[in-house]
C-alpha cells in the first residue's frame, strides 16, 4: 500500500495472463475520451522503445484512429516478450461535430473530425471483439466513473473474457476520488496512476488485490498465474 | 419490423403513420419480440426506431456483444446535421452478482436488463440510480 512502482511493472501484470502463448499479444487502451489513454501510451512506448504513439491533448477526440505501436518489448520473469499497444479514441455513443467549434474550428474542420472519430470507435469496437488480448481501462479519477458508457465496455471486455486492469488516472488532481472507482468495478484490480507536470513521467500505485469473494474466475486466474510463476 | 418510412428523417414535417409531429413516439419492444431475431436484426430494428426520432424501451437488453455491435453501427450511421449518435441506459448490473461462465456463455446475465435508447440529441438523461432512470426526452 502506498508503494510506488514503476508503470511498467504495472502494465506487466496485465500481460501475466497472456504469457502462456508465444506469439505477440495486444493490449488494448481503451476508456472515455481525455482519460489519459495516448499520454499513457505514449508513456509506454518511450520507455520502452524510445518514441511516441500519438498527439496527447485536452481537446477531446485527439486520438481518432486506432493507433498500434508494435513490437514492444517487455521483460517478465527474466523472458521477454513482446506486445503491441493499441490506443484507441474514447469510446462514446455519439459524437457531435459542433463540440468542435467550442475549440475554434471551422465547421468543415469539425465534421472531418467527427467523422474520423467515429470511424475511429467503430475501429475500437470491432478489435475489443476480434483483435485485442487483454485491455488497460482509463479512467480520469475526478470523473464519475459510473457512466452507462464504462458499465457496458467493461461489460464487453468481460464477455469477452479478456484480462483487464483499470487505471484511476490524474490521481495528482484534487477532486481525484479513486475510491469511487474501486467500488464502481469491484471485481476488477484497480490501478491509481498520474503523470508528472513535467509530462515526463506516469507513475502508479500498487494496491492490495481485491479479494472480494465475487471475483472467483479473475482470483483463479490469479492463483495460477502465481503457480505458474513459482 | 419496423416500418421503414424514406427521406422524413431531416427535420420536415412527419406525416402519416409516425402520428402527429409534436409528439414523441416510444417504442416498447418485448423481449419475445426480441427472441427470434438475429443480432443485426435487433440493431437494426433499435436504430431505424431511434433515428426516426423514437425513444426505444427494451424489455430484454441486448447482450454484451451485441451493445459493442450496437456502438459500432451507431457510429457508421452518424452524420452531420443528421444523426449524431444515440443515447443508452441500462439498468447497471447488481454489483454482487458477477455470473458464472455458464450463465455468461448462455447470455443469462442480460435477460431483465431493461434498457432505454433515444437519439442523442433529444434524450437526457436527468437521473439515474438502480432503481429509477429519469430521462428528459424532447422534440427534434
Ligand atoms: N493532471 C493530469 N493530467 C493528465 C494526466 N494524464 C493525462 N493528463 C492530461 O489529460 C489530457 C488528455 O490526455 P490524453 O492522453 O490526450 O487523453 P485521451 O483522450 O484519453 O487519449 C491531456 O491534457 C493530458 O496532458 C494525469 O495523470 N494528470
Ligand atoms: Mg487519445
Not at chain 1, 489519459?36 to 512506448?45: F, S, Y
Not at chain 1, 522503445?49 to 477526440?61: M, N
Not at chain 2, 424489455?59 to 446535421?81: A, F, Y
Request: glycine letters at 8%; a negative charge; one cysteine or more.
Amino acid at each position: 500500500m502506498g508503494l510506488l512502482t514503476s508503470l511498467k511493472d504495472s502494465i506487466t501484470r496485465v500481460t501475466d495472463g497472456l504469457f502462456a502463448s508465444a506469439e505477440p499479444k495486444r493490449i488494448g487502451i481503451y476508456g472515455p475520451p481525455n482519460a489519459g489513454k495516448t499520454t499513457l501510451a505514449n508513456r509506454i512506448a518511450r520507455d520502452w522503445t524510445g518514441d511516441a504513439v500519438g498527439p496527447e491533448s485536452h481537446i477531446p477526440h485527439e486520438t481518432r484512429r486506432a493507433r498500434r505501436k508494435e513490437g514492444v518489448t517487455i521483460e517478465r520473469d527474466g523472458k521477454e516478450v513482446t506486445i503491441d499497444i493499441v490506443d484507441t479514441p474514447g469510446v462514446a455513443t455519439k459524437v457531435d461535430y459542433e463540440e468542435f467549434l467550442d475549440h475554434d474550428m471551422e465547421k468543415e474542420d469539425a465534421v472531418r473530425r467527427s467523422r474520423e472519430a467515429t470511424e475511429g470507435v467503430a475501429e475500437a469496437m470491432h478489435w475489443l471483439r476480434e483483435d485485442v488480448d487483454g485491455v488497460i481501462y482509463v479512467l480520469d479519477s475526478t470523473e464519475d466513473p459510473f457512466t452507462q458508457v464504462n458499465t457496458m465496455l467493461i461489460g464487453i471486455i468481460e464477455s469477452q473474457e479478456l484480462p483487464v486492469l483499470i487505471l484511476a488516472n490524474k490521481i495528482d488532481k484534487e477532486e481525484s476520488d479513486i475510491q469511487r472507482i474501486a467500488n464502481a468495478f469491484p471485481q476488477h484490480e484497480t490501478i491509481p496512476c498520474r503523470r508528472s507536470k513535467d509530462r515526463t513521467w506516469t507513475k502508479c500505485t500498487r494496491k492490495s488485490r481485491s479479494t472480494s469473494p465475487n471475483n472467483a474466475r479473475s482470483n483463479q486466474r490469479r492463483r495460477r498465474r502465481r503457480t505458474h510463476r513459482g | 419490423m419496423p416500418e421503414v418510412t424514406s427521406g422524413d428523417g431531416d427535420g420536415g414535417p412527419t406525416e402519416g403513420e409516425d402520428g402527429p409531429d409534436d409528439g414523441v413516439r416510444v417504442d416498447m419492444i418485448s423481449g419475445a419480440r426480441m427472441e427470434g431475431l438475429t443480432s443485426m436484426e435487433k440493431i437494426r430494428l433499435i436504430l431505424d426506431g431511434v433515428r426516426e426520432g423514437n425513444i426505444v424501451i427494451l424489455e430484454e437488453g441486448l447482450t454484451p456483444d451485441e451493445e459493442s455491435k450496437l456502438i459500432e453501427v451507431t457510429m457508421t450511421e452518424i452524420s452531420p446535421d443528421e444523426f449524431n449518435g444515440i443515447e443508452i441506459e441500462t439498468y447497471p448490473k447488481s454489483s454482487s452478482g458477477n455470473p458464472g461462465l455458464f450463465d455468461r456463455l448462455m447470455g443469462k446475465e442480460d435477460t431483465q436488463k431493461l434498457t432505454v435508447i433515444g437519439p442523442a440529441n433529444q434524450i437526457e438523461t436527468l437521473h439515474k440510480d438502480e432503481n429509477l432512470i429519469s430521462t428528459l426526452v424532447s422534440r427534434k
